[in-house]
């Protein structure tokens, strides 16, 4: 069965930075597979990140995190990670990553569009 799990969350202060790392087992992984990172803050809705979409290869962000934040995959060793810089009290959340097979392009920051989900892990950032 397929598994994502995540790891490096934590509790940090503002401008610290924390490594998010994404294992995902139990399928064949490569550049044909769609991969992003969500977060959902208290009260709110789950929220795109980061992704690379399949076709492009290229990294996508928000720009609430443009500068800060980034995504590198490692399909060798099927692992996801999101490298989190400067962080500040906005970026407390739950963090997920995703992975998907058809997405197309335009649906890439679209939690819906994603196939498998990791379980999450928390990261906090005190001010």
């Known amino acids: 069965q397929v598994q994502l799990v995540e790891s490096g969350g934590g509790l940090v202060q503002a401008g610290d930075s924390l490594r998010l790392s994404c294992v995902i087992s139990?399928?064949?992984?490569?550049?044909?597979?769609?991969v992003g990172w969500f977060r959902q803050r208290p009260g709110k809705e789950r929220e795109f990140v980061a992704g690379?979409?399949?076709?492009?290869?290229?990294?996508s962000v928000v720009d609430s995190v443009k500068g800060r934040f980034t995504i590198v995959r490692d399909n060798a060793k099927s692992t996801v990670f999101l490298q989190m810089d400067s962080l500040n009290t906005e970026d407390t959340a739950v963090y997920y990553c995703?992975?998907?097979?058809?997405?197309?392009?335009?649906?890439?920051?679209?939690?819906?569009?994603?196939?498998?989900w990791g379980q999450g892990t928390q990261v906090t950032v005190s001010s």
């Open positions: 995703a992975i998907g097979d058809r997405i197309i392009a335009s649906s890439l920051r679209l939690p819906a569009a994603y196939d498998y």
């Open positions: 690379i979409h399949r076709n492009s290869g290229r990294p």
């Open positions: 139990g399928r064949r992984f490569g550049s044909a597979t769609t």
